[in-house]
């Protein structure tokens, strides 16, 4: 059963930085993923890897557009984590950040992709 966690959320003013964790993943998801969402908005993807516990630790990783190179996901196989590294943060970083989790053969930018969802950790980012 997943059971998906987030926590990290915080507020932080513009240029800060923030890292999210997710737990409660297991052997029934093997791509994990953010996804960020405003008021009024849908779901939109930020990062993705698959956590396959591979002999090679290959990973396979994809971000958003808009990421540019300002975030980092990132796992910790052995804590069985996933983390979101978010730096040089800016106010339209404003969100409500869900880790979601898969079983499939590569990652998806689309929500309804996604089986397990977690509820959520706010993360607000002051000018």
């Known amino acids: 059963q997943v059971h998906l966690m987030e926590s990290g959320g915080d507020s932080v003013q513009a240029g800060g930085s923030l890292r999210l964790s997710c737990s409660g993943y297991?052997?029934?998801?093997?791509?994990m993923a953010w996804f960020r969402r405003t008021p009024g908005k849908e779901r939109a993807f930020v990062a993705c890897?698959?956590?396959?516990?591979?002999?090679?630790?290959?990973?396979?990783?994809t971000y958003g557009w808009f990421v540019k190179g300002r975030f980092t996901i990132s796992q910790d196989r052995a804590k069985k984590m996933v983390y979101l590294q978010m730096n040089t943060l800016r106010p339209e970083d404003t969100a409500m950040y869900y880790c979601?989790?898969?079983?499939?053969?590569?990652?998806?930018?689309?929500?309804?992709?996604?089986?397990?969802w977690g509820q959520g950790t706010q993360v607000t980012v002051t000018a």
């Open positions: 979601a989790a898969r079983q499939a053969l590569f990652c998806s930018e689309d929500e309804p992709d996604y089986s397990y």
């Open positions: 297991d052997e029934n998801a093997n791509y």
């Open positions: 890897l698959n956590r396959d516990d591979a002999d090679d630790d290959t990973e396979y990783i």
